[in-house]
């Protein structure tokens, strides 16, 4: 069975402010993009960085700490030095709050 987390309204997630929480013990960070939420591990691949400190541009989170650029939906690498993905998670929004799904193999 699918364990779902609420971890933010809705209104606290914008196009400017990511939001970062720990998520049974895992930072997971999320944003917000003309209306679609994502949900990414919240330590950059390549140091110690918290993704939702850093600045969304283009479908994209850079690192606040060395300025690599991550794919907001596939987690993808998109500019050194980072090279290495960060990991997603399945996001939903029920009554007006974000939920994420941390388990490995995510079914709906």
């Known amino acids: 069975m699918t364990q779902w987390h609420r971890v933010a309204g809705c209104a606290d997630v914008t196009d400017d402010t990511p939001v970062g929480a720990l ?64 990991r997603t998670y399945p996001v939903r929004v029920v009554d007006g709050h974000i939920e994420v799904c941390l388990q490995e193999k995510y079914q709906s």
Do not use: M, W
């Open 23 to 86: 998520v049974e013990g895992v930072p997971v960070a999320l944003f917000s993009v003309e209306g679609e939420y994502y949900a990414l591990h919240d330590l950059c691949t390549h140091g110690a960085a918290r993704l939702s400190e850093g600045f969304v541009e283009n479908g994209c989170i850079e690192c606040p700490l060395h300025q690599g650029l991550f794919d907001l939906k596939t987690g993808s690498p998109r500019s050194a030095p980072v090279v290495e993905p960060v």
